[in-house]
């Protein structure tokens, strides 16, 4: 593509080319006019006089038309690309202007086009967030209603039914509140306004005490809960203790409701990162196949919707967990294989 040229060369070709046609009507006028007689010093300084006043004139005039009328759209695009404590340089019309308004609104395009799939990208999760959230408060919202209706059209009398209802009532309700209390800790975590407990304690230890907890689980399931060949060094991290055991639990409650029923395994592991301290959770269960990963952390995206909701789940805690790791400023990761296993890793700040 052939480069614009700058006013001062746009004046400069246009001189020549008119200084030209003047010289040539001239030569002619000088060889058919009889009356007309000129020297060569007069027809050079004739030249001269032609191709300094045209190019100033022109020039002058280019010069003043595209400051005016190009220097709106340069200031106005380059006044959007400046923070509002900037000053924004004048415009340097030894320049080429022209190229560099060219640039200017090529930039400040292909911001907006970024600035627009961004909005259009957040509009989808918005739209699909939506249908999430009222899909599952829909879900306890029926059972409940459907439940109490039955109680109050003559089921609260009959001793059969009674109970079970309001039990199952109950549950949903249980339910309903999981799914708020989730959002609003979701909430809490986006706005900064958790405070965070950071303490000195030993990872190993916490890590035993979840398992520990949740062993009658995994037995039920027949899934075997240890931690791996090399994590027996305790590691000292910089924590909220209680914020990590909620993580914890989260990720091994998940690797047990996906785990493989018979000779299920979850390994609880510790990598010495210089600074920081790996910890990954990592089980021999359904896998995760690769197009669910980038949505795994969404509120409510679930990769089995229909046993994740049989399990209790609220859909919501991962997206909780990795709140948390971010707001101690640290990483959290995932690699699955399908119908091989998934490993969840986050990182903490180590103790010195």
Not at 70 to 76: G, P, Q, T, W
Not at 226 to 245: H, I, M, T
Not at 256 to 277: H, P
Request: proline content about 1%; glycine content about 6%; aromatic content about 8%.
């Amino acid at each position: 593509m052939q480069k614009n040229r700058s006013p001062r060369q746009l004046a400069l070709y246009a001189a020549f080319l008119i200084t030209a046609i003047f010289l040539l009507i001239a030569i002619l006028l000088h060889f058919f006019s009889n009356s007309l007689q000129a020297s060569t010093s007069g027809f050079i300084l004739l030249t001269l006089t032609c191709f300094l006043s045209t190019y100033i004139v022109i020039y002058l005039s280019m010069r003043r038309f595209i400051y005016r009328r190009v220097k709106l759209i340069y200031k106005s695009i380059h006044r959007l690309k400046l923070a509002s404590n900037e000053k924004m340089n004048t415009i340097d019309m030894s320049q080429d202007i022209i190229d560099e308004v060219e640039r200017e609104v090529a930039d400040w395009a292909d911001d907006k086009n970024q600035e627009i799939e961004s909005l259009r990208s957040l509009s989808n999760y918005r739209r699909n967030f939506l249908g999430n959230i009222s899909h599952e408060l829909k879900t306890p919202l029926f059972n409940i209603q459907g439940y109490l209706h039955t109680l109050l059209e003559g089921g609260l009398y009959d001793e059969k039914i009674n109970h079970s209802y309001l039990s199952r009532a109950a549950k949903n309700v249980e339910r309903l509140q999981t799914i708020v209390s989730g959002l609003d800790a979701i909430a809490r975590l986006e706005s900064g306004q958790v405070s965070l407990n950071i303490e000195e304690f030993d990872i190993k230890t916490l890590a035993l005490e979840v398992l520990e907890e949740l062993e009658v689980n995994a037995d039920n399931r027949n899934i075997k809960l240890f931690l791996k060949d090399g994590a027996d060094n305790p590691f000292q991290v910089k924590a909220d203790r209680e914020s990590v055991r909620h993580v914890l639990v989260n990720l091994i409650t998940n690797a047990l409701k996906y785990g493989r029923e018979q000779d299920g395994t979850i390994k609880v592991a510790f990598y010495d990162m210089d600074t920081n301290v790996l910890v990954e959770v990592a089980d021999n269960g359904l896998g995760i196949a690769e197009e669910h990963l980038d949505h795994l952390f969404d509120r409510f995206y679930r990769v089995d919707s229909g046993r994740s909701r049989s399990e209790g789940g609220s859909g919501l805690g991962l997206s909780i967990v990795k709140h948390i790791i971010e707001a101690h400023k640290q990483t959290f990761n995932v690699r699955s294989t399908l119908n091989v296993g998934s490993t969840f890793g986050f990182t903490l700040e180590k103790v010195e």
